[in-house]
Protein backbone atom coordinates (compact mmCIF):
# COMPACT_ATOMS: atom_id res chain seq x y z
CA UNK A 1 0.00 0.00 0.00
CA UNK A 2 1.39 2.95 -1.08
CA UNK A 3 0.99 6.59 1.47
CA UNK A 4 -0.03 4.28 4.21
CA UNK A 5 0.37 1.41 6.46
CA UNK A 6 -2.13 -1.38 7.48
CA UNK A 7 -1.63 -2.94 11.22
CA UNK A 8 -2.76 -6.69 12.01
CA UNK A 9 -3.20 -7.87 15.50
CA UNK A 10 -1.77 -11.48 16.33
CA UNK A 11 -2.69 -12.95 19.60
CA UNK A 12 -5.71 -10.88 21.05
CA UNK A 13 -7.94 -13.89 19.81
CA UNK A 14 -8.40 -15.23 23.48
CA UNK A 15 -9.35 -11.93 24.78
CA UNK A 16 -11.99 -11.21 21.87
CA UNK A 17 -13.03 -14.97 23.04
CA UNK A 18 -13.58 -14.09 26.71
CA UNK A 19 -14.85 -10.87 25.61
CA UNK A 20 -17.63 -12.62 23.74
CA UNK A 21 -19.09 -14.81 26.25
CA UNK A 22 -20.29 -11.77 28.28
CA UNK A 23 -22.73 -12.49 25.29
CA UNK A 24 -22.04 -8.53 23.73
CA UNK A 25 -20.78 -9.81 20.22
CA UNK A 26 -22.12 -6.29 18.22
CA UNK A 27 -20.68 -4.09 21.50
CA UNK A 28 -17.27 -5.99 21.27
CA UNK A 29 -17.16 -5.95 17.78
CA UNK A 30 -17.85 -1.35 18.54
CA UNK A 31 -15.32 -1.71 21.51
CA UNK A 32 -12.39 -3.30 19.76
CA UNK A 33 -13.21 -1.19 16.70
CA UNK A 34 -13.03 1.90 18.90
CA UNK A 35 -9.78 0.58 20.68
CA UNK A 36 -7.58 -0.12 17.43
CA UNK A 37 -8.68 2.90 16.22
CA UNK A 38 -7.76 4.78 19.46
CA UNK A 39 -4.36 3.31 19.72
CA UNK A 40 -3.95 4.15 16.03
CA UNK A 41 -3.79 7.77 16.59
CA UNK A 42 -0.41 8.47 17.96
CA UNK A 43 0.68 7.19 15.26
CA UNK A 44 -1.66 9.96 12.90
CA UNK A 45 -0.35 12.52 15.04
CA UNK A 46 3.19 11.38 14.25
CA UNK A 47 2.52 11.23 10.81
CA UNK A 48 0.61 14.73 10.71
CA UNK A 49 3.54 16.70 12.07
CA UNK A 50 6.05 14.92 9.54
CA UNK A 51 4.46 15.86 6.37
CA UNK A 52 6.04 18.50 4.64
CA UNK A 53 5.54 22.10 5.99
CA UNK A 54 3.33 23.22 2.96
CA UNK A 55 1.76 20.42 1.84
CA UNK A 56 -1.66 21.22 4.23
CA UNK A 57 -3.93 19.57 1.84
CA UNK A 58 -2.04 16.23 2.49
CA UNK A 59 -1.67 16.41 6.15
CA UNK A 60 -5.64 17.27 6.54
CA UNK A 61 -6.28 14.28 4.12
CA UNK A 62 -4.64 12.05 6.76
CA UNK A 63 -6.94 9.50 8.95
CA UNK A 64 -8.04 6.50 10.38
CA UNK A 65 -9.40 3.84 8.40
CA UNK A 66 -11.01 0.59 9.96
CA UNK A 67 -13.27 -2.15 8.18
CA UNK A 68 -14.23 -5.68 8.54
CA UNK A 69 -12.66 -7.73 6.13
CA UNK A 70 -14.38 -11.07 4.90
CA UNK A 71 -12.85 -13.95 7.04
CA UNK A 72 -14.12 -11.48 10.27
CA UNK A 73 -10.82 -9.85 10.75
CA UNK A 74 -11.03 -6.39 11.49
CA UNK A 75 -8.10 -3.92 9.59
CA UNK A 76 -7.01 -0.58 10.22
CA UNK A 77 -5.43 1.71 8.01
CA UNK A 78 -3.50 5.29 9.17
CA UNK A 79 -3.04 7.05 5.55
CA UNK A 80 -4.43 9.39 3.25
CA UNK A 81 -8.01 9.85 2.56
CA UNK A 82 -8.83 8.61 -0.98
CA UNK A 83 -11.83 11.58 -1.07
CA UNK A 84 -11.26 14.92 -3.51
CA UNK A 85 -10.38 18.06 -1.81
CA UNK A 86 -11.33 21.09 -3.09
CA UNK A 87 -10.19 24.44 -1.32
CA UNK A 88 -12.92 26.58 -1.31
CA UNK A 89 -11.84 30.09 -2.68
CA UNK A 90 -11.37 33.17 0.38
CA UNK A 91 -11.15 30.63 3.67
CA UNK A 92 -8.36 28.88 4.03
CA UNK A 93 -9.74 26.29 6.41
CA UNK A 94 -13.03 25.68 4.09
CA UNK A 95 -13.13 22.59 1.54
CA UNK A 96 -15.35 20.80 -0.44
CA UNK A 97 -15.83 17.35 -1.22
CA UNK A 98 -15.82 16.54 -4.95
CA UNK A 99 -15.07 14.91 -8.13
CA UNK A 100 -11.26 15.30 -9.75
CA UNK A 101 -10.03 18.13 -7.71
CA UNK A 102 -6.73 16.93 -5.87
CA UNK A 103 -6.26 14.18 -4.61
CA UNK A 104 -3.84 14.28 -1.67
CA UNK A 105 -3.96 10.34 -1.86
CA UNK A 106 -2.93 10.52 -5.68
CA UNK A 107 0.60 12.02 -4.61
CA UNK A 108 0.89 10.97 -1.06
CA UNK A 109 3.88 8.16 -2.68
CA UNK A 110 5.57 11.02 -4.30
CA UNK A 111 6.27 12.75 -1.31
CA UNK A 112 6.71 9.89 0.40
CA UNK A 113 9.65 8.13 -1.56
CA UNK A 114 10.43 10.93 -3.89
CA UNK A 115 10.37 11.64 -7.51
CA UNK A 116 11.42 13.12 -11.00
CA UNK A 117 9.90 16.35 -11.57
CA UNK A 118 8.94 16.79 -15.69
CA UNK A 119 12.72 17.97 -17.09
CA UNK A 120 13.67 18.91 -13.48
CA UNK A 121 16.44 17.02 -11.40
CA UNK A 122 14.94 14.26 -8.77
CA UNK A 123 12.46 15.77 -5.70
CA UNK A 124 14.01 14.91 -2.55
CA UNK A 125 11.52 12.48 -0.48
CA UNK A 126 10.26 13.53 2.75
CA UNK A 127 8.79 10.18 4.64
CA UNK A 128 5.89 10.58 6.78
CA UNK A 129 4.18 7.38 6.85
CA UNK A 130 7.06 5.25 7.56
CA UNK A 131 8.48 6.70 10.75
CA UNK A 132 5.30 6.42 12.08
CA UNK A 133 4.81 2.51 11.33
CA UNK A 134 8.06 2.23 12.70
CA UNK A 135 7.96 3.71 15.92
CA UNK A 136 4.06 3.19 16.59
CA UNK A 137 3.45 0.13 14.70
CA UNK A 138 4.06 -3.64 15.68
CA UNK A 139 4.53 -4.36 19.34
CA UNK A 140 3.55 -0.55 20.36
CA UNK A 141 0.50 -1.11 18.41
CA UNK A 142 -0.39 -4.10 19.69
CA UNK A 143 0.36 -3.10 23.44
CA UNK A 144 -1.86 -0.17 23.38
CA UNK A 145 -4.62 -2.00 21.80
CA UNK A 146 -4.58 -4.34 24.81
CA UNK A 147 -4.60 -0.93 27.08
CA UNK A 148 -7.51 0.57 25.25
CA UNK A 149 -9.47 -2.76 25.34
CA UNK A 150 -8.52 -3.39 29.10
CA UNK A 151 -9.64 0.10 29.84
CA UNK A 152 -13.34 -0.74 27.74
CA UNK A 153 -14.12 -3.44 29.62
CA UNK A 154 -12.84 -2.30 32.87
CA UNK A 155 -15.49 0.49 32.19
CA UNK A 156 -17.91 -2.12 31.01
CA UNK A 157 -17.19 -4.46 34.18
CA UNK A 158 -17.99 -1.36 36.58
CA UNK A 159 -20.99 -0.53 34.51
CA UNK A 160 -22.50 -4.22 34.94
CA UNK A 161 -21.71 -4.62 38.86
CA UNK A 162 -23.51 -0.38 39.47
CA UNK A 163 -26.56 -2.16 37.86
CA UNK A 164 -26.85 -5.68 39.83
Do not use: C
Not at 5 to 12: A, E, P, V
Not at 62 to 88: A, E, F, T, W, Y
Not at 117 to 123: D, E, I, M, N, Y
Amino acid sequence: MVGGFNLKLKGLKSAVDAMRQLGDDRGTDRRGNASMKKAAIPALDFAKSKVAVGDGDLRRSLIINSKKVKNGNRSVRVGPDSMSVQRLSGDENKFQIGQGIKKPANYAHLVEYGHRAWGKSFVKRRPFMRPAGTRFGGIVYIARVRYELDAAYRKLAKKLNKSK
